[in-house]
């Protein structure tokens, strides 16, 4: 009955910015944790960052100081704030929640970084 869409992906160069947004089917409150995960071609996928309900967040070290999480409750989003990207960014990315023993997932946007 939960519904995430992601938006926000595509080409960008190396160096450049990109911002995802999920979208949620009701409020982001009800979920203990929320995040994004990304999938290379050929690659398991792997959790990029996450926030929890009380705002406490966690990245990859792949990606820590040039990525950020955060949630808008009042428009039942959380984003990602992707900068400096490198080409080793390239993935889909999901983006996940978690209520109890719950998991949800959308089914994804691409973002490729290439010159």
């Known amino acids: 009955q939960v519904q995430l869409v992601e938006s926000g992906g595509g080409l960008v160069q190396p160096g450049g910015s990109l911002r995802l947004s999920c979208a949620a089917s009701?409020?982001?409150?009800?979920?203990?944790?929320m995040g994004w995960y990304r999938q290379a071609p050929g690659q398991q996928r792997e959790l990029v960052a996450r926030i929890t309900s009380g705002g406490t967040t966690n990245y990859a070290d792949s990606v820590n100081g040039r990525f950020t999480i955060a949630g808008d409750n009042a428009k039942n989003t959380v984003y990602l704030q992707m900068n400096s990207l490198k080409p080793e960014d390239t993935a889909v990315y999901y983006c996940n929640a978690r209520r109890y023993q719950y998991n949800y997932w959308g089914t994804g946007t691409q973002v490729t970084v290439s010159s």
């Open positions: 009701g409020s982001i409150s009800r979920f203990n944790a």
